[in-house]
């Protein structure tokens, strides 16, 4: 079965610098799709940053960027220069094909990020 | 604007008592889900549609129900609600699998 694993519940960073967060994926799948949400105490889920499996080159987005391992199935979502903005849970996903022809998303726990001014 | 909207937004209801959570895109998209977030759980789904009155079950679907009239439309029933229903529940819509979804803007729901 497929799982996806945050393993840091929370995380502080203070303001204008970078943290990294982590995100790591079971699958035996070769073909998959990689994301991260961001969500903010207004509990809007927010689309961040996606990852194609096939692709070797990181996805990068303004401030943020990922560092994908796909030998390593991990994921990790860099968040460069902090903003206050950027306080928020964020979740990584991870998408598969079914064999029926949908697909499913399986996301991970959520690591609270604080940025502290 | 490109959105799902999902309503309502905050429902406090008591058990038994059957009720519905809209949920309707814009986007035309074709797969629809529900989900439900709980504490140190993440979003586990409910119900997903791949298209018009063609639905399956998540990974949580007892005590939930779905319907698909309508492309644009999926609306979630709750026919008994429990407690342990209590929770935050989000609609979302998806043009393409590596697009990601696009989601509503949640409904917190209290079954007491």
Known sequence: ?117 | EAQVTQNPRYLITVTGKKLTVTCSQNMNHEYMSWYRQDPGLGLRQIYYSMNVEVTDKGDVPEGYKVSRKEKRNFPLILESPSPNQTSLYFCASSGGANYGYTFGSGTRLTVV
């Not at chain 1, 799709?33 to 996606?50: A, G, N, T």
């Open chain 1, 1 to 117: 079965a497929q799982t996806v694993t945050q393993s840091q519940p929370e995380m502080s960073v203070q303001e204008a610098e970078t943290v990294t967060l982590s995100c790591t994926y079971d699958t035996s799948e070769s073909n998959y799709y990689l994301f991260w949400y961001k969500q903010p105490p207004s509990r809007q889920m927010i689309l961040v940053i996606r990852q194609e499996a096939y692709k070797q080159q990181n996805a990068t987005e303004n401030r943020f960027s990922v560092n994908f391992q796909k030998a390593a199935k991990s994921f990790s979502l860099k968040i460069s220069d902090s903003q206050l903005g950027d306080t928020a849970m964020y979740f990584c996903a991870f998408m598969k094909h079914r064999a029926s022809g949908t697909y499913k998303y399986i996301f991970g726990t959520g690591t609270r990020l604080k940025v502290l001014a």
